[in-house]
């Protein structure tokens, strides 16, 4: 079992940056691919960037490539995502997701957290 927390979300303009983190709970957490979501009202839930157990792999939905980055501390149970030049389409709930590879083909994981907002203004 793994219990995922976020945190960081906020409220930014436009060019902004935030740093989300994904704090886990579990011994096996370096075991375990992760990946970040997100989802507004009406609309699926949508992969953001995945990075697997050994850090070497990240992946990026082409809305975020150049802009974010995933990254993660095994030592410390943590998983971050850092967002830059944010937009206002990037405003949604951010959801961290453990599991396994898969996640890195923008599938969800087994385990989520409960999410964090993040709202850009134009």
């Known amino acids: 079992q793994v219990q995922l927390v976020e945190s960081g979300g906020g409220l930014v303009q436009a060019g902004g940056s935030l740093r989300l983190s994904c704090a886990a709970s579990?011994?096996?957490?370096?075991?375990?691919?992760m990946g970040w979501f997100r989802q507004t009202p009406g609309k699926e839930r949508e992969f953001v960037a995945g990075?697997?157990?050994?850090?070497?792999?990240?992946y990026y939905a082409d809305s975020v490539k150049g802009r974010f980055t995933i990254s993660r501390d095994n030592a410390k149970n943590t998983m971050y995502l850092q967002m830059n030049s944010l937009k206002p389409e990037d405003t949604a709930v951010y959801y961290c997701?453990?599991?396994?590879?898969?996640?890195?083909?923008?599938?969800?994981?087994?385990?989520w957290g409960k999410g964090t907002l993040v709202t850009v203004s134009s």
């Open positions: 579990g011994r096996t957490f370096n075991m375990y691919a």
């Open positions: 997701t453990a599991g396994g590879v898969s996640i890195l083909r923008a599938n969800p994981g087994d385990y």
């Open positions: 990075i697997s157990w050994s850090f070497k792999d990240k």
